[in-house]
Structure formats: C-alpha cells, structure tokens
C-alpha cells in the first residue's frame, strides 16, 4: 500500500522557518521524482518544489518563484523521505503543503501519481 505521511507543519510568525518531513513507503522511493505542493484557502493546489530521483540539488532541483531562495527541498533515499526547509516564512505560505510522487520533475499537478494527506503551515504576521 503506497503512503505519504507528511510531518513538521504548525504555526510559525512570519520570518521564522519550519521544516516539513514526507516519509513514503509501498513503492520504489529511489526511482521517483518528489515534489511539494500548497493549497490555500479557496485556491488551487499549486507546485512548491521538487527534486529529481538522484537528490542532486545543483542540477534537479525545481522551485517556484515565490518561494526560490527561502525554501529548499531535500531527500534520503536510504530513508525514503523528503524534507522541505522553509526559511524567512511569510504570512501568503499559509496552506495546506503536501508531498507528491512523480516519475519526472514536474511542476503540474497531473503528473503526480501519489500524494500525502497534508500538512497545515501557518504563518501569522
């Protein structure tokens, strides 16, 4: 059975940071792009950050604008997980964040073929 279970949401003040943790089992974690996504309130589920299969930051790493420089998106492939450090929060990353599976670094949602529950990120002002 493939899981997702996303971790490390709460509530922040802005310009503090947390880190999301995605701990996936019941699939060949190693052979999978992830990525992360937010929902807000009333808007749609919208692309984060992803990284390719080998983790190598420095060529297959993908960000959004809104969030390139203050978020980093990491992974250990002997643990099966996917972390999201977010640094220098602001009040817009309030959402839900959830992690993602992919067989390629993708930015739509379509392209995801498992996902997490989702954690709530809060950032008060």
């Known amino acids: 059975q493939v899981q997702l279970v996303e971790s490390g949401g709460g509530l922040v003040q802005a310009g503090g940071s947390l880190r999301l943790s995605c701990a996936a089992s019941?699939?060949?974690?190693?052979?999978?792009?992830m990525g992360w996504f937010r929902q807000a309130p009333g808007k749609e589920r919208e692309f984060v950050a992803a990284?390719?299969?080998?983790?190598?930051?420095?060529?297959?790493?993908d960000y959004a604008d809104s969030v390139k420089g203050r978020f980093a998106i990491s992974r250990d492939n002997a643990k099966n997980t996917v972390s999201l450090q977010m640094n220098s929060l602001k009040p817009e990353d309030t959402a839900v964040y959830y992690c993602?599976?992919?067989?390629?670094?993708?930015?739509?949602?379509?392209?995801?073929?498992?996902w997490g529950q989702g954690t709530q990120v809060t950032v008060s002002s």
């Open positions: 993602a599976a992919s067989r390629g670094l993708r930015r739509k949602t379509s392209e995801y073929v498992y």
């Open positions: 990284i390719s299969w080998n983790g190598d930051p420095l060529y297959s790493a």
């Open positions: 019941g699939f060949t974690f190693s052979i999978y792009a």
